[in-house]
């Protein structure tokens, strides 16, 4: 049954409900700690419990965004720990904001490149996801609320900017009191005027994967002699993978690991990268028993790729899929241009040029991207965050990433580890790595951050291992479709030799302050290509750690993760 169900049983039931009253709840003090960050609103559990924490959220994006009443909204989210209670307080609360039609999903697992699908498809005013992403999950581990606009993307800052002031102005909300339908099975509800349809919510997903890749031979790769792992992290895209990869391109049983998703995803961190995805990473990376290994993150936008013995870094997955895209159907007519998030390498730069392709550099943020894909100037786009995604939606797609890639191993029949060297060959290497600094005190990190941003001034001109800074600047955009800027968006040390350093602050953890060290080195075709990236990038490392003070302002020694 899918989103079109509607049985005659369902539509008589509907038409019997009495209609719910709808109750106005005070708030005495509005909360102010609900500015949206990089990516929604992310907090611990607890703060989500708090009373009325959630609802006051809810009911500021139902004032701010546009359409509500009549309007149709997707809800759904990654399974985690408070999902199920989200789902029943946001739809009693779109039935007192007069919401026609809401679509939701089985157990309310919706990934979030799924429900950007779902807005798309059926015009939605919006969508609201449950998710932190890759932040854990569970009582103790984090909840969070995202929302997408009519073109399926994350809400603009305009809009987040409105919903936040209006979070701080709040004097109460609108919620109807009632039993919220089970979401356990797929069929159609009413409370009040509000149809409910509980979908599939894995259906449109795959059906729109199918109408960009050649399954046929994916699927031949896969049920000959290439084993493949995938690990869904106990999180979102467990179903979408099993029917992807088991089902329809018939991998063995098996190839996905952790596919039930949990509500604290088995205790794991649910984020795709060496240091939490490390089962899957051994397997690859010290094993023989596979040729290609991915895994994707706690709502599924997120990608990791390994090849036997190979680690494709996010960045360069970008440059490899754009020099490669034509191979896919979905594809095969041409790219219109690609976009990269300022801090990704500029691998795929190199790309672009060469196939002549407009190139834009964007702030970090899949939202960033959105007007640029609306506008048709881009088809593919990634962040050096473990994101890669094109038009088909208007977020990043982790298990897009993963059929791209076995798209290109399924047509030129090598492995990972051959077309990356082939890349490299062609376009020049750009060692590149991120060194995170998790959980830093807030005023240590702020510290470093402005001390370094007042430093910046002063900066150009002099050396910086071994190189002279050509540009020290902190990041601004202006976009070129609706003209509107951007700053403050990472400070940047631009070398002569077209070597970079980037510092940010993270817009997405909850605990104290995150600070993002990124570190680039091109390397052009026929020089050395097989550095280890630490090593290549060791003398930009310590230099940044000289002039940013890292270890001694931030009292660690090493960074909490590398990438
Ligand atoms: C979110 C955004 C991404 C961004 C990432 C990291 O990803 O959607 O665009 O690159 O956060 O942001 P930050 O460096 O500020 O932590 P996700 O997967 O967490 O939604």
Redesign the pocket.
Known sequence: MTSSASSDASAAAMAATPSPSVRQVSLSTPFTDQKP???GLRKSSRQFEQPHYLESFVEAVFRVLPGVAGGTLILGGDGRYGNRRAIGVIARMAAAHGVARLITTTGGILSTPAASHLIRKHQAIAGIILSA??NPGGPEGDFGVKVNGANGG?APESITDAIFAATTALDGYRIVDAETPSLDVPGVHALGDLRIEVIDGVDDYVTLLQGLFDFGAIGALLRGDFPIAFDAMHAVTGPYASRLLEGLLGAPAGTVRNGTPLEDFGGGHPDPNLTYAHELAELLLDGDAYRFGAAC?G?G??NMILGHRCFVNPSDSLAVLTANATLAPGYASGLAGVAR?MPTSAAVDVVARDLNLPCYETP???KFFGNLLDAGRITLCG?E?F?TGSDHIRE?DGLWAVLFWLQILATRRCSVAEVMADHWSRFGRHYYSRHDYEAIASDRAHGLYDRLKGLLPSLVGTSFAGRSIATADDFSYTDPVDGSLTSGQGLRLLLDDGSRVVV?L????TQGA?L?LYLESYVAAGGNLDQDPQQALADLITAADQLAEIRSRTGMERPTVIT
Not at 506 to 509: D, E, H, L, Q, V
Request: charged share 30%.
């Open positions: 960050g990089t990516s992403s890759h994350p993150d709502d936008d997120r998030s970090t943020g899949w962040e965050s994101g990043k940010r993270s817009g997405t953890g995150t993002r």
